[in-house]
């Protein structure tokens, strides 16, 4: 069941034209100069510096809470990050320029081309999180540190390797696009092997091939496509479209990938941990978390990834072999276990939201007095400097949280169900697994 | 090179470096008549900058902020009030200094265990009220007092002192001699009990009612309005460390006891300033000093750049309260 966006002319024409997006980027990448800057020369309060309040608490919110669930990679449409390394690539900021060549254009060599280094990149974000979120000088020299890396990578390797294979934002996004309700894919892929040169790919004089360095008619699932619309703008027959769809249509073919089989865990684990770091009471722990290089802190980030990358998948492994031994199934283990990964994409996206929810609506307030004084140099543009905190629809906090997790449990074993159809694996140790850790994540946030 | 593409690049480059021109432009703007005040406790810099220049009558504005957490500012011997300084926040604050000379700004608020360490300097220049005369040396200076010797007294009273009922033996007994200041000051509440015992006119008279003239001449040499004073005084400034009932049990005062200010252990202990034996054997001077000066050492800081004279005989009369009954007088 789809329903074509493109259809409609004014999307259609809207997607296509190159100023729009331009427009949009042109914001974006204004805005997060703006937050490196910020952090760099702002206040080093954190609740009162931009950095800080727009990156990690405003926009984290529009992601996790809007843009992922419905647009998927709608937001790494319009992420400012990769923007100036490939307009200096290419040389040009709207279309391609006549006989203008990439610079070094390498390929991405092909022992990489997976998104381990992204598990890693995200990992290593998250063990520095404490200082990251908190500390606006920290977190303006990641984002700038993230900018130049984008830079670099444009400058010496073909299309966007920074957003496929290095960005740690990138990577979760993409699995938990598999869940929205949006995709891009062509309409007819018999059209697709009959088009010469391929333009979707190769590119051509409207349009450079897919950045995502996706073939769009292999597009099956929503994990690698960027939503960048270029191969709107360079296909010759028409034949791509945007569709809305169910709400995680791509889950029901299970990934066999290991990488993203680990991503599902990494992402559900950081869930728990923040949850449990940043939520709780323990000080003796928020303490270690944020005392980056002492003895506590190694002993904290030894702890999380212990937690992320053995106890959470050992159990899994765990479950995902009593279904094979009780349903007599001779599937590779391996395969079993990346497929069934699938089902922790509903439970961790939900998990995340769960999180999100308690500590964007506890700062949200923040977000007021932010916009008018930015760098908390004393301004008031909008006369919100002044506004007091207080935390929001306090009431309804803890039903949302429930009835996130609980619809992720639900959803999960929806999904479990589905790819015991495929593997032919009783699906319940899995589902008791899921229900653990969303009893393990309603104990943290609750 | 086409039209969009140009148009496409000035829109990108004037946008980008309006976000980056466009605030340092508005700070430079904003901060060309002010001085940026920054805070942040004493571990991590105290004030930045440490010291302000200014002139005598020209109006010195400040803008001030905290860069961790809620601090105080005020500058000493200069009547104004204390204002908050909010982190991440601006408080705009203008100075007016008639007379040249070196002021002590200070932090108003209890941020930290070495709150007190958070101090700078403005330098005022130029030609503005001069005074007729130079201010005198402090009294304990005069004295020539050994601030740091042990003064415990051998004699206190076995009930509280009252003030009323030393009023009434005062009536009876006239005391005149042992009412004016400069004895009052310079002698501790133990030694002027000593003096009365030996008086022969007040021989007649038993230790406890000695002791309330002693509170009667304690009484005599305050007012009200000052005790006021020093008591909220001391619950600003002094508390921290000394305790909101001034038995030495502040806020910091654990963390005193097991480090001094130069980081060796040690026991630094604020004073209680309820125990009699210590405080009934200082007299106000050895306590003007001990103020004025600071602990040299320990974690009392000095006062003498911040409190005026009449300020420091406030906090003293008041610690004398805890000694004394108090009465109208």
């Not at chain 1, 009959?194 to 979707?200: E, I, L, R, V, W």
């Not at chain 2, 008279?205 to 305050?222: E, G, H, M, R, S």
């Not at chain 2, 054997?281 to 409190?307: C, D, E, H, N, Y």
Request: aromatic share 10%.
């Amino acid at each position: 069941m789809r329903y074509e966006l493109t259809r409609f002319p004014l999307v259609k024409a809207v997607l296509k034209n190159r100023w729009p997006q331009l427009v949009v980027y042109t914001v974006m990448l204004s805005g997060f100069l703006l937050a490196i800057m910020d952090g760099l020369v702002g206040t080093p309060v954190g609740n009162q510096n931009y950095a800080i309040v727009f990156v990690w608490i405003a926009w984290w919110a529009i992601l996790i809470l809007a843009a992922v669930p419905f647009l998927g990679r709608g937001w790494c449409a319009v992420c400012p990050i990769p923007l100036p390394g490939e307009w200096l690539s290419h040389g040009a900021i709207l279309a391609p320029r006549d006989g203008k060549k990439p610079w070094l254009n390498l390929r991405w060599p092909n022992r990489f081309r997976n998104i381990w280094s992204q598990n890693i990149t995200f990992l290593l974000v998250a063990l520095f999180s404490t200082v990251v979120l908190t500390t606006p000088l920290v977190s303006g020299g990641v984002l700038a540190a993230m900018l130049m890396v984008a830079i670099g990578t444009s400058l010496v390797f073909e299309r966007r390797a920074f957003c496929r294979y290095l960005c740690p934002v990138g990577g979760f996004i993409g699995l938990y696009a598999q869940a929205a309700p949006l995709e891009l894919r062509v309409k007819n892929r018999d059209r697709c092997v009959q088009c010469a040169g391929k333009p979707c790919y190769n590119g051509s004089a409207a349009g450079y091939g897919c950045p995502w360095q996706v073939f769009p008619p292999g597009l099956t699932r929503n994990t690698y496509c960027g939503l960048c619309m270029e191969c709107l703008r360079t296909c010759p027959h028409d034949n791509i479209a945007l569709n809305l769809r169910p709400f995680g249509a791509d889950l029901e073919k299970p990934s066999r990938r290991m990488d993203e089989a680990f991503k599902a865990f990494i992402m559900l684990g950081a869930a728990m941990i923040y949850a449990l770091v940043l939520l709780g009471t323990n000080g003796t722990l928020k303490s270690a978390a944020y005392s980056v290089g002492s003895l506590t802190w190694f002993g904290y980030a030894v702890g999380s990834l212990v937690f992320i990358l053995s106890i959470l998948p050992g159990f899994f492994w765990v479950s995902v072999r009593m279904g094979q031994l009780l349903s007599g199934s001779i599937d590779p283990m391996r395969h079993a276990f990346a497929a069934f990964a699938t089902t922790l994409v509903p439970l961790g996206l939900m998990s995340w939201i769960a999180f999100s929810l308690s500590f964007v609506l506890t700062n949200a307030t923040y977000i007021l007095s932010s916009l008018s004084d930015p760098f908390g140099w004393g301004w008031n543009l909008f006369g919100t400097a002044g506004i007091t905190w207080q935390p929001l629809l306090t009431t309804l906090v803890i039903p949302m949280q429930v009835l996130a997790l609980v619809g992720g449990l639900l959803w999960s074993i929806r999904i479990a169900q589905k790819v015991s159809a495929e593997t032919h694996i009783t699906p319940l140790p899995v589902a008791i697994y899921a229900t653990m850790a969303t009893l393990t994540m309603l104990g943290l946030i609750l | 090179m086409k039209r969009s593409e140009i148009l496409a690049r000035c829109l990108v480059i004037i946008a980008t470096l309006s976000v980056l021109v466009i605030p340092p432009a508005v700070r430079w703007f904003n901060n060309r008549q002010a001085v940026e005040l920054h805070a942040r406790i004493a571990e991590t810099g105290g004030w930045t900058p440490e010291s302000i220049s200014a002139q005598a009558g020209t109006p010195l504005h400040l803008r001030l902020t905290s860069d961790d957490v809620i601090h105080g500012f005020a500058v000493g011997k200069l009547n104004g009030p204390a204002v908050d300084v909010e982190p991440g926040k601006v408080t705009s604050l203008t100075l007016n200094f008639d007379k040249p000379g070196k002021y002590t700004f200070y932090c108003t608020r209890w941020c930290g265990l070495n709150h007190w360490r958070m101090r700078g300097t403005i330098d005022v220049t130029g030609k503005g009220l001069v005074d007729p005369q130079p201010a005198p040396a402090p009294l304990y200076m005069t004295l020539n007092l050994d601030l740091d010797a042990p003064h415990p007294t051998a004699v206190i009273p076995v009930v509280k002192p009252s003030a009323v009922r030393g009023k009434e033996l005062a009536n009876a007994h006239p005391i005149i001699r042992y009412l004016i200041p400069d004895y009052y000051r310079s002698h501790s509440p133990a030694q002027v009990y000593l003096d009365l015992r030996a008086d022969p006119s007040l021989t007649i008279l038993k230790d406890p009612q000695v002791w309330d003239l002693v509170a009667y001449i304690w009484q005599q040499n305050t007012t009200p309005a000052e005790l006021a004073d020093g008591r909220q005084r001391f619950a600003r400034n002094c508390a921290a460390c000394h305790g909101e009932t001034a038995a030495g049990n502040g806020v910091f005062a654990d963390d005193l006891a097991q480090f001094d200010t130069l980081g060796t252990s040690g026991d630094n202990r604020p004073v209680d300033f309820t125990n009699p034996i210590t405080m009934l054997g200082a007299s106000p001077v050895l306590l003007q000093g001990k103020i004025i000066r600071g602990g040299m050492g320990t974690g009392m800081p000095m006062w003498g750049s911040i409190f005026s004279d009449d300020q420091i005989w406030s906090v003293i009369s008041y610690l004398y309260s805890y000694h004394f009954e108090e009465s109208i007088k």
